[in-house]
């Protein structure tokens, strides 16, 4: 297994696209997140999936931004109506929740520029 | 609110010695923390991770130790290497919230 992975690793775009990341986490695992991470932060906690149920949302989730797990397997973020302000690096996580602890292993990241 | 800080943005150490990286804590929540080591344009790489009910777990030349009543963790690396130049990031989490609050990390840079 060679852990988590995302696609794009790289993603400009112009003010108002939209755009769409994928992650592919470690085969086994039940939980995947999405954490954003901006210049001088540490990353900060988007949603999350146990399967392909999403479990919580954080209030940085804007309706324009949207994730999912159909399947319960790979994931997709998914940002609308793009804005300077969405620049970031987006990260996914994914974990397999054993006594109680839950220990993410991250993903490259997706860095995305908006022009 | 910054409820996981890492005061030091920077640190210095010679090849060799003993890097202390600390952390402090706000949610008395807080039950599973965890260590992260960050290369530039890579994702975290988990290092280390101890819960509640230690005060010290030790893999390899990593130690991480627990103060609880101070809501204080630190991680210790011995003895340093140049490879260990990264952006390290301290995390926790608790049970029943399962997302992970990140501190704002500390760079340490190894001197050969």
Same mark, same amino acid.
């Given at each position: 297994?060679?852990g988590?992975?995302?696609?794009p690793?790289?993603?400009?775009?112009?003010?108002?696209?939209?755009?769409t990341?994928?992650?592919?986490?470690?085969?086994?695992?039940?939980?995947?997140?999405?954490?954003?991470q901006?210049?001088?932060? /540490?990353?900060?906690?988007?949603?999350?999936?146990?399967?392909?149920?999403?479990?919580?949302?954080?209030?940085?989730?804007? +309706?324009?931004?949207?994730?999912?797990?159909?399947? #319960?397997s790979?994931? *997709?973020?998914e940002?609308?109506?793009?804005?300077?302000? +969405?620049?970031?690096?987006?990260?996914?996580?994914?974990?397999?929740?054993? /006594? #109680? *602890?839950?220990?993410?292993y991250? #993903?490259? #990241?997706?860095?995305?520029?908006?022009? | 609110?910054?409820?996981?800080?890492?005061?030091? !943005?920077?640190?210095?150490?010679?090849?060799?010695?003993?890097?202390? $990286?600390?952390?402090?804590?706000?949610?008395?929540? @807080?039950?599973?923390?965890?260590?992260?080591?960050?290369?530039p344009?890579?994702?975290?790489?988990?290092?280390?991770?101890?819960?509640?009910?230690?005060?010290k777990?030790?893999?390899?030349? @990593?130690?991480?130790? $627990?103060?609880?009543?101070?809501?204080? $963790?630190?991680?210790?690396?011995? !003895?340093?290497q !140049?490879g260990?130049?990264?952006?390290?990031?301290?995390?926790?989490s608790?049970?029943?919230?399962?997302?992970?609050? @990140?501190?704002?990390?500390?760079? $340490?840079?190894?001197?050969?």
């Amino acid at each position: 297994d060679t852990g988590v992975s995302q696609d794009p690793r790289h993603k400009i775009t112009k003010r108002g696209q939209n755009v769409t990341f994928r992650c592919d986490p470690i085969s086994e695992h039940n939980r995947l997140y999405w954490y954003r991470q901006t210049l001088g932060q /540490g990353p900060e906690f988007l949603t999350y999936f146990q399967n392909e149920a999403q479990l919580e949302k954080s209030r940085l989730l804007s +309706d324009r931004f949207s994730a999912e797990r159909p399947k #319960g397997s790979f994931s *997709t973020l998914e940002i609308q109506r793009t804005e300077q302000g +969405d620049s970031a690096m987006y990260l996914c996580a994914s974990s397999l929740v054993t /006594g #109680g *602890t839950d220990t993410q292993y991250f #993903g490259p #990241g997706t860095r995305l520029t908006v022009l | 609110d910054q409820q996981v800080k890492q005061n030091s !943005p920077s640190l210095s150490v010679q090849e060799g010695r003993i890097s202390i $990286l600390n952390c402090d804590y706000t949610n008395s929540m @807080f039950d599973y923390f965890l260590w992260y080591k960050k290369y530039p344009a890579e994702g975290p790489t988990f290092l280390i991770s101890i819960s509640s009910i230690k005060d010290k777990n030790e893999d390899g030349r @990593f130690t991480v130790f $627990l103060n609880k009543s101070a809501k204080h $963790l630190s991680l210790h690396i011995v !003895p340093s290497q !140049p490879g260990d130049s990264a952006v390290y990031f301290c995390a926790a989490s608790d049970f029943g919230n399962e997302k992970l609050t @990140f501190g704002t990390g500390t760079r $340490l840079t190894i001197i050969p």
